[in-house]
């Protein structure tokens, strides 16, 4: 809304930010996406090239591109001892963005904090959620906030506490959410490690030895925490991957799968 500070211009998928991904997944052959094959493990094949293991299939490949959070890779994906340490201790140790907070959603039956003149956005210390902001789709259908917690936050009296917290922000009209949704990443085995509560130096975010193909060439990083701008947002993410790419594309090994 006009005068609100808090909200820098930006872009919202209406459709919600998994668009994105199906939009990419959508141009790609058939068998190509596999999301119920997790990674786990990854090694230098004598002959050349990479391996990569999941539960039910083993593959070979001339360039391998992480696109996963590096600590929660280092978590899942076994790298035996071919990865040098020093990139090992980088990736255990560099943050996942916003893999420690809770996201709350309180959908609302209209938007009416509009009609009070209010933005719908805040930033707030007296309750759980410390910032928020108007969620509701187009022309207030669905009418939602949302807002940030802490995921240690997450406990019996949450939600209370949030709808209180609401209440003193927003008005009375927010004391009885028509649903409150409470997503929290940090219990998400595919997004955060299990350290991730202890991750906190974000200064690894973009680090240079992100930018160099490890296991002797051929593995490339390429998710958003190794980006050297925007790194945390999907716009370090799609960074990120450009990177990756182009390292991979000028890999010199050629078909050493065929070996
Ligand atoms: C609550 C919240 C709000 C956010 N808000 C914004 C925002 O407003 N704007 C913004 O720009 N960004 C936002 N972000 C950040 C944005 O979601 C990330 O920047 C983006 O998703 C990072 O993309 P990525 O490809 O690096 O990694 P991810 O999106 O984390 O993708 C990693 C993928 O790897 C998969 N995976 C994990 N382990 C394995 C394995 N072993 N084998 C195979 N696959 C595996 C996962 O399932 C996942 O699909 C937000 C994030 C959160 C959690």
């Known amino acids: 809304m006009p005068g609100n500070l808090i909200d820098t211009p930006a872009h919202r998928f209406a459709p919600g930010a998994d668009a994105l991904a199906r939009a990419l997944a959508a141009d790609l052959p058939a068998d190509v996406v596999r999301p119920d094959a997790p990674v786990t493990a990854i090694s230098r094949r004598t002959a050349g090239g990479l391996e990569v293991r999941t539960p039910s299939s083993v593959l070979c490949a001339e360039d391998v591109v992480v696109a996963v959070p590096p600590a929660l890779a280092l978590a899942r994906i076994d790298f035996g001892s071919q990865m040098s340490p020093g990139l090992a201790r980088l990736a255990r140790t560099t943050p996942v963005w916003m893999g420690t907070v809770a996201k709350v959603v309180a959908r609302y039956p209209a938007p009416f904090w509009r009609d009070a003149g209010l933005a719908g956005a805040a930033v ?10 108007d969620m509701s789709g187009p022309g207030g259908r669905p009418a939602a906030l949302f807002g940030f917690a802490p995921a240690q936050a997450v ?49 690894l975010f973009g680090h240079p030895l992100y930018r160099q193909p490890a296991l002797e060439g051929g593995l490339h990083w390429a998710a958003t925490e190794t980006a050297t701008q925007y790194a945390g947002h999907i716009e370090g993410a799609l960074a990120a991957a450009e990177r990756a790419v182009t390292a991979a594309l000028t890999t010199k090994e050629t078909n050493p799968c065929s070996r």
């Open 155 to 203: 406990g019996p009296d949450f939600e209370q506490a949030v709808t209180a917290q609401l209440t003193r922000l927003f008005g009375p009209a927010a004391a009885q959410p028509e649903t409150l949704h409470i997503q929290n990443w940090s219990g998400e085995p595919w997004t955060a490690p299990p350290t991730v509560h202890h991750l906190t130096d974000y200064f």
């Open 124 to 133: 707030s210390r007296t309750g759980p959620l410390r910032e928020l902001h």
